[in-house]
């Protein structure tokens, strides 16, 4: 094995455990590495090529995600019949229809889980 893939896979497995013991603090993601002296984008660096990896590893594998208690922020849709769209986005493949009352934190979500996803 090449040492430098050695090194990276030492890391992975390092991350991962930082980031189970995060999940398992029930602490966000800014107190917990604030905590522990942690780059909070190393952690969502890492985040990513774990996420990554595990879905090269096992691309039939289905997990579901659960956003810790304290970041999830409560999202109330209004039922609109007549929705009419004044943006429409095309973001990797997943068109996002938005206008001025969606809620700005239901798009950011939106966002964030799309591109997560790449």
């Known amino acids: 094995m090449d040492t430098q893939l050695a090194k990276q896979n030492v890391r992975m497995a390092q ?68 929705f009419n769209a004044q943006v429409e986005l095309d973001v990797a493949g997943v068109r996002i229809a938005i206008n001025e009352s969606t809620p700005r934190d239901l798009l950011k979500m939106v966002l964030e889980v799309v591109s997560d996803a790449e």
């Open 15 to 82: 991350w991962a455990a930082i980031i189970k013991d995060r999940v398992s603090s029930g602490l966000t993601i800014n107190e917990y590495c604030s905590e522990r002296g942690l780059s909070r984008d190393a952690y969502y660096y890492w985040l990513s090529k774990i996420r990554k990896s595990a879905i090269d590893n096992n691309p039939t594998a289905f997990a579901e995600l659960t956003p810790p208690k304290d970041e999830a922020k409560s999202i109330t849709a209004e039922t609109h019949v007549d």
